[in-house]
């Protein structure tokens, strides 16, 4: 049983036209993710949530932005997508627990910008 | 200098060879230490966290050097099935819950 989906795995969209990428979790875990992930590169972290806390990297667009309006749906919102900003885009979460934290993915949004 | 780093490979294995990665990490301060899998064009999934002590899950091994800011990953006896790219993941900064990925290394494992 999947514990994190996202939607949809895979969404063409034209240069400038926004879009907008899904997940939910089951886990009921307090942290959520948004990773990108380009062809042969390290998934690089654009934010993340603790609880409602945000969390921006600095070095992540403007162009990019998040909702996340209760524990189990995370959304990514990309305003004006770029030739550049086509990626596999990784929702994860998260929990404090004993121990060390790990990440759950989901399958991944793959992201086509035409 | 990157947070985490990674010799990306490929590393060309023979089935039943046994096969070393390191990665590396910049700060000395970081906390939590794992490896992950990841098939192609499929999610990240983790193979293994790793310890203060080093731990063994059957046939792979993970070593943690604080001293050298290195972590290792130690597959023996390789399968086809273990062919994959695997990534590095370190959290850096206690009490926070951000994860840092490597670039990831190749490995082929050849019949």
């Known amino acids: 049983d999947a514990m994190v989906i996202q939607n949809p795995r895979y969404q063409v969209t034209q240069f400038g036209k926004p879009v907008t990428l899904s997940c939910s979790q089951t886990l009921n875990h307090n942290v959520m993710y948004w990773y990108q992930q380009k062809s042969s590169q390290a998934p690089k972290l654009l934010f993340h949530y603790y609880d409602k806390d945000f969390n921006n990297e600095a070095d992540t667009p403007d162009n990019f932005q998040s909702r996340r309006p209760n524990t189990s749906f995370c959304f990514l919102d990309i305003r004006s997508p770029g030739l550049g900003d086509a990626a596999m885009y990784l929702c994860a979460t998260s929990t404090r627990a004993s121990g060390a934290n790990v990440l759950t993915f989901g399958a991944g949004s793959r992201l086509t910008v035409l | 200098r990157k947070e985490v780093e990674q010799d990306p490979g490929p590393f060309n294995v023979p089935e039943g060879a046994t096969v070393a990665f390191n990665c590396t990490y910049s700060n000395s301060a970081s906390q939590s230490f794992f490896w992950y899998r990841q098939d192609c064009r499929k999610e990240p999934k983790l193979l293994m966290s790793v310890y203060s002590s080093g731990n063994e899950d059957g046939r792979f091994t993970a070593q943690l050097n604080r001293a050298s800011q290195y972590i290792s990953l130690l597959i023996r006896d390789s399968k086809l099935s273990d062919s994959a790219t695997y990534l590095c993941?370190?959290?850096?900064?206690?009490?926070?819950?951000?994860?840092?990925f490597g670039t990831g290394t190749r490995l082929k494992v050849l019949a």
């Open positions: 993941v370190v959290n850096p900064v206690k009490g926070t819950y951000k994860y840092i």
